[in-house]
Nanobody
């Protein structure tokens, strides 16, 4: 069992930056694939970024603007979000899943989820 707690969401102007954090307990993050997803009102939850031991993955919509990283010593995963646009507004969720197998971009490949943190982007 992995417990995930997100933080760092808030209100930011378009063009601004936020850094989300996902603190894990119960297991060592290095043993899992980690992902960030987001869900806007009326829309399905969508993949944003993922990280395994050696690789990172990004949705096309955030490439070049968002960076996923992890600190194994702190058992924490981060999502640095720069150049935010209105379309980035959503509830952001951290997720953990098995390292091997599955589609890194799919919700169904992740077994544990945080409660989410709201990101609001104003014009």
């Amino acid at each position: 069992q992995v417990q995930l707690v997100e933080s760092g969401g808030g209100l930011v102007q378009a063009g601004g930056s936020l850094r989300l954090s996902c603190a894990a307990s119960g297991r060592t993050l290095g043993n899992y694939a980690m992902g960030w997803f987001r869900q806007a009102p009326g829309k399905e939850r969508e993949f944003v970024a993922g990280i395994t031991w050696l690789n990172t993955y990004y949705a096309d919509s955030v490439k070049g603007r968002f960076t996923i990283s992890k600190d194994n010593a702190k058992n924490t995963v981060y999502l640095q979000m720069n150049s935010l646009i209105l379309e980035d507004a959503a509830v952001y969720y951290c997720a953990a899943g098995p390292l091997y197998g599955g589609n890194r971009y799919s919700v169904s490949s992740y077994s544990w989820w945080g409660q989410g943190t709201q990101v609001t982007v104003s014009s």
